[in-house]
């Protein structure tokens, strides 16, 4: 089996081979990926290099999944478990996550299986943390900026205030002096909100991840317990991957086609009420959508799809016509009726690995992301802190 390790230094693997890496002062740019070849079997004592010094009452964390999900526990657990190691071990990172093909705009999708209140708990507390983000210096590099626009609909919605429109930005109702724009609508909403681009953002959790003492670790996982005894406690954040690590049958792939097209003369954004198309404005593209296939596998780009979309955003703004360099992207949004966050205690052959899952956000994850993963890392000091009460300090 094959692994990487992404960001710290092993100098020694434990088949006993050597492993140098190149440093700075020799004149040589130093990498971000290092490779090293070794059976499963040795994977455990790889983990013992990365944990050999640490503190005995240090709880192991291993966070399965390097997408939005992945890297935002990541990081709140770094932040809010008390004395814990955390590793990040996926298979795919970024630019390769469906968290990079999501237009990332704070528009919260209702989750039927989730009470309104938590789902506005988890949209505030994402809202707060991307507009800190978003009125910082680190703005630029983590990707996220504050965005204007409508959401328009063709008749009456059922409910013209939705749950979540004291937490945008200006929320109201659009003038029929604006609706004049649209002239197949009837109603509208004008708000300010946040759009977080994956494509920055994730590098810029990642960094942070690292910056706490975190390790990130490229490797395939097939079955959770793998990771045991190497780590304390896991979460799975594998989403649609959970099928087979979690064996969930409810969750299933929504095939969401985008286009990404240079026009920097949109400002402003416009979503048609349904969710199925719209023009998200962001720092070096606009985000076309989109579609809706539930069940559909296919990560290959549908040209008539493509046409169909860029015909749909054009009646909506038809300066659209005059965009260049359009691109294709396709990504399977892992979804389910409510969004996973529960413990569960794995047993095998008298042993035990606690479990957090974290996983099964579909369109709307990086409304919610944050809030969910502040949940998931409360739900893993829970684990830690049973651990430190039923297990002796030198087992841990």
């Known amino acids: 089996m094959e692994s990487k390790i992404r960001g710290n230094v092993l100098s020694e693997l434990p088949n006993g081979k050597q492993f140098c890496f190149p440093s700075v002062s020799q004149g040589m740019r130093p990498t971000s990926h290092w490779k090293t070849s070794f059976g499963a079997r040795a994977f455990r004592g790889f983990q013992d290099c990365f944990f050999r010094d640490r503190p ?51 528009i919260p999708h209702a989750y039927p299986d989730t009470p309104i209140h938590k789902q506005k708990q988890w949209f505030r507390e994402t809202f707060d943390h991307l507009l800190s983000i978003a009125s910082s210096a680190e703005a630029g590099d983590a990707g996220v900026l504050l965005v204007s626009g409508w959401q328009i609909f063709q008749s009456l919605p059922t409910e013209e205030v939705p749950f979540w429109a004291d937490v945008v930005l200006g929320f109201r109702k659009m003038t029929e002096e604006e609706l004049k724009k649209f002239p197949q609508h009837v109603f509208g909403q004008a708000f300010t909100t946040l759009k977080c681009e994956g494509s920055a953002y994730l590098p810029w959790l990642e960094k942070r991840v690292k910056g706490s003492g ?17 780590f304390d406690i896991v979460v799975n954040c594998t989403g649609l991957g959970s099928r087979q690590l979690a064996g969930d049958s409810k969750i299933f792939p929504v095939r969401g086609q985008v286009l990404k097209v240079q026009a920097p003369w949109v400002k402003h954004f416009i979503r048609d009420g349904s969710g199925l198309t719209y023009i998200y404005p962001g720092i070096s593209h606009v985000t076309l959508g989109g579609t809706r296939q539930k069940g559909d596998w296919n990560l290959s780009p549908d040209a008539e799809i493509s046409r169909d979309i860029f015909s749909r955003c054009c009646a909506l703004e038809p300066s659209l016509r005059g965009a260049c360099d359009i691109r294709e992207k396709v990504g399977l949004r892992p979804s389910r009726p409510g969004v996973r966050l529960q413990k569960e205690l794995l047993a095998r ?10 996983y099964g956000h579909g369109a709307g994850g990086f409304s919610v992301h944050w809030g969910t993963a502040l949940e998931a890392a409360r739900l893993v000091s829970e684990c830690v802190h049973a651990l430190r009460t039923h297990t002796p300090k030198s087992k841990l």
């Open 56 to 106: 005995m009452d240090t709880a192991r964390v291993a966070v399965v999944g390097a997408g939005l999900m992945g890297l935002s526990t990541a990081v709140c657990v770094s932040r809010l478990a008390p004395r814990c190691s955390v590793t990040v071990i996926a298979d795919k990172f970024t630019p390769d996550t469906t968290s990079d093909v999501a237009a990332g705009m704070l």
């Open 214 to 230: 975190g390790q990130i670790l490229t490797r395939r996982v097939e079955d959770l317990w793998e990771l045991h005894p190497s």
């Open 349 to 358: 052959d008298g042993q035990r690995l606690p479990v957090v899952h974290h």
